[in-house]
């Protein structure tokens, strides 16, 4: 299992930026494909955006594409979303999550929060208007 620990979240005005980190303990952080989720009051959790295990590869929801930015540091165990013009929407408690059979299953369903087993407590964002 690996640990993980975000942090980053907090208020910010609509149109602003936050970096969200999610620091990774335990294991080789470069074995696992790394997630961000996120889950709003009143919806269900959803995805936000992925990377592969080095990098090469990321996926963005449509409702944060050109907006988010995710990228990681292996050698900090660390990856890392970067949040640009935020909006009222974006609200909600961000998680990060990690996979650790990667490969092509998480390349088929990067998407899905069944395809990772570890995951952080989260961090809240909210964003005013």
């Known amino acids: 299992q690996v640990q993980l620990v975000e942090s980053g979240g907090g208020l910010v005005q609509a149109g602003g930026s936050l970096i969200l980190s999610c620091a990774a303990s335990?294991?080789?952080?470069?074995?696992?494909?790394m997630g961000w989720f996120r889950h709003a009051p009143g919806k269900e959790r959803e995805f936000v955006a992925a990377?592969?295990?080095?990098?090469?590869?990321?996926y963005y929801a449509e409702s944060v594409n050109g907006r988010f930015t995710i990228s990681r540091d292996n050698a900090k165990n660390t990856v890392y979303l970067q949040m640009n013009s935020l909006k009222p929407e974006d609200t909600a408690v961000y998680y990060c999550?990690?996979?650790?059979?990667?490969?092509?299953?998480?390349?088929?369903?990067?998407?899905?929060?069944?395809?990772?087993?570890?995951w952080g407590q989260g961090t809240q964002v909210t964003v005013s208007s």
């Open positions: 999550a990690a996979d650790g059979v990667a490969g092509t299953r998480w390349s088929n369903k990067y998407w899905d929060q069944g395809t990772y087993n570890n």
């Open positions: 335990g294991r080789t952080f470069s074995n696992y494909a």
């Open positions: 990377i592969s295990r080095f990098g090469p590869s990321t």
